[in-house]
């Protein structure tokens, strides 16, 4: 992500909290929660592009579930905005640590 996006991520964070009632610690909370919400909103979106809800076929498109992945991203991202100092350090340190566990090595002979 580049600044810009952060900037936005921030700037969500921040109407967020200037819109809510709760302590900040509460608020970080409360939004660590929200990405089960926004997941569920996923898995609803999937089964409707799939049609497998008999009650509304197919009611959701694959669009549908990009939108509500996306939804998941901007919710994680805000949380992460709101519970560490420095998050695009944290996420692009964290990123690499996975990349450098699962992707191909090609200097390490012993990796996949």
């Known amino acids: 992500m580049d600044e ?10 921040d109407w967020l909290a200037e819109g809510s009632t709760q302590p900040p610690e509460m608020q970080r909370v409360l939004q660590c929660l929200k ?3 926004e997941a569920g ?9 799939l049609g497998q809800n008999p009650r509304k076929g197919f009611s959701h498109s694959w669009d549908d579930v990009a939108d ?3 939804d998941v991203v901007i919710t ?17 340190a964290h990123l690499a640590k996975v990349a ?3 992707l191909p090595q090609p200097d390490r002979p012993d990796r996949p």
Not at 41 to 49: K, L, N, R, S, Y
């Open 41 to 49: 909103e996923v898995a609803e979106a999937v089964i409707g592009a």
């Open 35 to 37: 990405l089960g919400e």
């Open 68 to 70: 509500e992945l996306c």
């Open 76 to 92: 994680a991202l805000v949380a992460l905005v709101r519970v560490h100092p420095d998050p695009p350090a944290a996420f692009d």
């Open 100 to 102: 450098d566990r699962v």
């Open 4 to 13: 810009r996006q952060w900037e936005t991520v921030r700037r969500l964070a």
